[in-house]
Protein backbone atom coordinates (compact mmCIF):
# COMPACT_ATOMS: atom_id res chain seq x y z
CA UNK A 1 0.00 0.00 0.00
CA UNK A 2 1.32 3.48 -0.98
CA UNK A 3 0.07 6.55 0.80
CA UNK A 4 -1.13 8.87 -1.45
CA UNK A 5 -0.77 12.81 -1.14
CA UNK A 6 -4.33 12.66 0.32
CA UNK A 7 -3.70 10.43 2.62
CA UNK A 8 -0.25 12.61 3.62
CA UNK A 9 -2.86 15.55 4.16
CA UNK A 10 -5.35 13.25 6.28
CA UNK A 11 -2.35 13.37 8.98
CA UNK A 12 -3.09 16.91 9.31
CA UNK A 13 0.90 17.47 9.18
CA UNK A 14 3.56 18.33 6.94
CA UNK A 15 6.30 16.36 8.60
CA UNK A 16 7.03 13.46 10.16
CA UNK A 17 5.11 10.95 7.78
CA UNK A 18 6.20 7.36 7.28
CA UNK A 19 4.26 5.25 4.76
CA UNK A 20 4.76 1.86 3.67
CA UNK A 21 5.96 1.98 0.35
CA UNK A 22 6.57 -1.40 -0.52
CA UNK A 23 3.63 -3.92 0.70
CA UNK A 24 2.11 -5.78 -2.27
CA UNK A 25 2.79 -3.42 -4.80
CA UNK A 26 6.20 -3.55 -6.02
CA UNK A 27 5.55 -1.34 -9.22
CA UNK A 28 4.03 1.67 -7.17
CA UNK A 29 7.66 2.35 -6.35
CA UNK A 30 11.37 2.48 -7.35
CA UNK A 31 12.23 3.88 -4.43
CA UNK A 32 15.54 1.56 -2.78
CA UNK A 33 15.86 -1.75 -5.19
CA UNK A 34 13.21 -1.75 -7.75
CA UNK A 35 14.65 -1.85 -10.90
CA UNK A 36 11.53 -1.76 -12.57
CA UNK A 37 8.62 1.40 -12.84
CA UNK A 38 11.59 3.47 -12.60
CA UNK A 39 10.21 6.93 -14.39
CA UNK A 40 7.13 6.06 -11.76
CA UNK A 41 9.41 6.10 -9.21
CA UNK A 42 10.89 9.41 -10.45
CA UNK A 43 7.65 10.96 -10.89
CA UNK A 44 6.95 10.33 -6.97
CA UNK A 45 9.92 11.98 -5.92
CA UNK A 46 9.15 14.99 -8.08
CA UNK A 47 5.63 14.71 -7.03
CA UNK A 48 6.13 14.55 -3.33
CA UNK A 49 9.22 17.31 -3.90
CA UNK A 50 6.89 19.85 -5.38
CA UNK A 51 4.30 18.94 -2.77
CA UNK A 52 6.73 20.59 0.18
CA UNK A 53 7.41 23.15 -2.57
CA UNK A 54 10.97 22.09 -3.99
CA UNK A 55 11.25 23.98 -7.12
CA UNK A 56 12.73 22.15 -9.86
CA UNK A 57 15.16 22.05 -11.71
CA UNK A 58 16.94 23.38 -8.81
CA UNK A 59 15.79 22.46 -6.13
CA UNK A 60 17.77 19.78 -3.69
CA UNK A 61 16.25 16.63 -2.20
CA UNK A 62 18.23 14.16 0.07
CA UNK A 63 17.31 10.64 0.49
CA UNK A 64 18.47 8.89 2.89
CA UNK A 65 18.88 5.15 2.64
CA UNK A 66 19.92 3.19 5.47
CA UNK A 67 18.22 -0.39 4.62
CA UNK A 68 20.68 -2.95 5.04
CA UNK A 69 20.36 -3.35 1.10
CA UNK A 70 22.30 -1.33 -1.39
CA UNK A 71 19.27 0.74 -2.67
CA UNK A 72 19.92 0.55 -6.09
CA UNK A 73 16.76 1.16 -7.26
CA UNK A 74 16.95 5.19 -6.37
CA UNK A 75 20.52 5.30 -6.90
CA UNK A 76 19.82 4.46 -10.80
CA UNK A 77 16.53 6.77 -10.66
CA UNK A 78 18.69 9.58 -9.78
CA UNK A 79 22.38 9.00 -10.18
CA UNK A 80 22.77 11.70 -13.44
CA UNK A 81 21.07 14.27 -11.41
CA UNK A 82 22.47 16.49 -9.13
CA UNK A 83 19.03 17.62 -7.39
CA UNK A 84 18.83 14.57 -5.36
CA UNK A 85 21.52 13.70 -2.99
CA UNK A 86 20.98 9.78 -2.85
CA UNK A 87 22.62 8.61 0.62
CA UNK A 88 23.03 4.55 0.81
CA UNK A 89 24.30 2.64 4.01
CA UNK A 90 24.03 -0.97 3.96
CA UNK A 91 25.91 -4.44 4.14
CA UNK A 92 29.00 -4.38 1.79
CA UNK A 93 27.76 -5.75 -1.53
CA UNK A 94 30.45 -8.32 -1.64
CA UNK A 95 28.61 -9.83 1.05
CA UNK A 96 25.04 -8.95 0.24
CA UNK A 97 22.34 -9.03 -2.82
CA UNK A 98 22.51 -6.86 -4.58
CA UNK A 99 26.35 -6.65 -5.31
CA UNK A 100 26.37 -3.05 -5.85
CA UNK A 101 27.01 0.37 -3.54
CA UNK A 102 30.99 0.52 -3.31
CA UNK A 103 32.09 3.78 -2.42
CA UNK A 104 33.63 4.19 -5.83
CA UNK A 105 30.04 4.99 -7.32
CA UNK A 106 29.33 8.38 -6.81
CA UNK A 107 27.26 9.50 -9.56
CA UNK A 108 27.47 9.87 -13.10
CA UNK A 109 27.92 12.68 -15.38
CA UNK A 110 25.99 16.48 -13.77
CA UNK A 111 24.84 13.99 -10.99
CA UNK A 112 29.26 13.13 -9.80
CA UNK A 113 29.26 13.58 -6.24
CA UNK A 114 25.76 13.73 -5.38
CA UNK A 115 25.17 9.97 -4.84
CA UNK A 116 27.24 8.66 -1.57
CA UNK A 117 27.49 4.87 -0.53
CA UNK A 118 28.58 3.67 2.43
CA UNK A 119 29.11 0.42 2.31
CA UNK A 120 29.54 -1.52 6.18
CA UNK A 121 31.51 -4.33 6.62
CA UNK A 122 29.63 -7.18 8.20
CA UNK A 123 28.75 -7.43 11.77
CA UNK A 124 28.97 -3.97 12.34
CA UNK A 125 27.69 -2.29 15.33
CA UNK A 126 25.62 1.24 16.23
CA UNK A 127 29.03 2.57 17.05
CA UNK A 128 30.77 1.82 13.83
CA UNK A 129 27.09 3.38 12.01
CA UNK A 130 26.69 6.32 14.10
CA UNK A 131 30.68 6.74 13.58
CA UNK A 132 30.84 6.92 10.36
CA UNK A 133 27.40 8.94 10.05
CA UNK A 134 28.13 11.59 12.59
CA UNK A 135 31.70 12.23 10.99
CA UNK A 136 31.30 12.06 7.15
CA UNK A 137 27.24 11.64 6.38
CA UNK A 138 25.56 14.15 8.10
CA UNK A 139 28.50 17.06 7.20
CA UNK A 140 28.02 16.39 3.92
CA UNK A 141 23.77 16.65 4.07
CA UNK A 142 23.96 19.54 6.04
CA UNK A 143 26.63 21.41 3.33
CA UNK A 144 23.83 20.31 0.30
CA UNK A 145 20.97 22.33 2.48
CA UNK A 146 18.53 20.14 1.58
CA UNK A 147 15.20 21.90 1.07
CA UNK A 148 12.83 17.93 1.84
CA UNK A 149 15.03 14.92 3.28
CA UNK A 150 12.78 11.47 2.33
CA UNK A 151 14.17 8.27 3.88
CA UNK A 152 14.12 4.96 2.98
CA UNK A 153 13.77 3.12 6.26
CA UNK A 154 14.96 -0.47 6.51
CA UNK A 155 15.13 -2.24 9.72
CA UNK A 156 16.69 -5.34 8.23
CA UNK A 157 19.85 -4.00 9.38
CA UNK A 158 18.79 -4.93 12.62
CA UNK A 159 21.17 -7.31 14.34
CA UNK A 160 17.88 -10.00 14.89
CA UNK A 161 17.04 -9.84 11.22
CA UNK A 162 17.01 -13.23 9.04
CA UNK A 163 18.41 -11.51 6.23
CA UNK A 164 21.87 -10.20 6.73
CA UNK A 165 24.54 -9.97 8.94
CA UNK A 166 24.61 -6.38 10.23
CA UNK A 167 24.12 -6.04 13.89
CA UNK A 168 22.09 -2.36 14.26
CA UNK A 169 20.06 -2.29 17.91
CA UNK A 170 16.66 -0.32 17.75
CA UNK A 171 19.41 2.31 19.54
CA UNK A 172 20.93 2.81 16.39
CA UNK A 173 17.95 3.13 14.18
CA UNK A 174 16.72 5.87 17.12
CA UNK A 175 19.79 7.86 16.84
CA UNK A 176 20.23 7.71 13.05
CA UNK A 177 16.68 8.84 12.95
CA UNK A 178 16.60 11.55 15.37
CA UNK A 179 19.40 13.03 13.72
CA UNK A 180 18.14 13.24 10.53
CA UNK A 181 15.22 14.74 11.81
CA UNK A 182 17.37 17.50 13.43
CA UNK A 183 18.95 17.89 10.05
CA UNK A 184 15.22 18.54 8.29
CA UNK A 185 14.52 20.92 11.20
CA UNK A 186 17.58 23.08 10.79
CA UNK A 187 17.35 22.97 6.59
CA UNK A 188 14.26 23.01 5.76
CA UNK A 189 11.79 23.80 8.27
CA UNK A 190 11.26 19.78 9.75
CA UNK A 191 9.81 18.66 6.06
CA UNK A 192 10.86 14.56 5.82
CA UNK A 193 9.12 11.83 4.95
CA UNK A 194 10.18 8.20 5.42
CA UNK A 195 9.00 5.54 3.76
CA UNK A 196 9.03 1.99 5.29
CA UNK A 197 11.54 -0.81 3.28
CA UNK A 198 12.59 -3.88 4.59
CA UNK A 199 12.80 -5.76 7.60
CA UNK A 200 11.95 -9.29 8.30
CA UNK A 201 12.51 -10.38 12.20
CA UNK A 202 8.80 -8.84 13.02
CA UNK A 203 9.36 -8.44 17.02
CA UNK A 204 12.50 -6.21 15.76
CA UNK A 205 10.78 -4.63 12.82
CA UNK A 206 7.90 -3.46 14.86
CA UNK A 207 9.60 -2.54 18.04
CA UNK A 208 11.68 -0.04 15.71
CA UNK A 209 8.98 1.17 13.38
CA UNK A 210 7.02 1.87 16.48
CA UNK A 211 9.82 3.99 18.01
CA UNK A 212 10.72 6.07 14.55
CA UNK A 213 6.72 6.99 14.50
CA UNK A 214 7.02 8.45 17.85
CA UNK A 215 10.11 10.12 17.30
CA UNK A 216 9.14 11.72 13.71
CA UNK A 217 5.90 12.89 16.09
CA UNK A 218 7.75 14.24 18.43
CA UNK A 219 7.52 18.26 19.05
CA UNK A 220 11.46 18.24 19.57
CA UNK A 221 14.15 15.67 18.18
CA UNK A 222 14.92 13.33 21.23
CA UNK A 223 18.78 13.58 20.38
ZN1 LIG B 1 16.56 -4.66 2.60
Redesign the pocket.
Known amino acids: MLLTFVDLDAFGRERGVLWNARGGDHMTLTL ?2 QTTGIEAGRLLLDAIAARFGVTWPKGRVLVFDF ?3 HGNGTQHAFEERKDVLFCSMHQHPLTLYPGTGFAEERGRGAGLGYTINAPMAPYSTDADYLALFEQRLLPAFRAYQPQFVLISA ?1 F ?1 AHRDDP ?2 MINLTQFGFDRLLAQMKQLALECCGGKLVSAL ?2 GYNYAALSACVASHLEILQADEPRL
Open positions: HWDVHGDLAEG
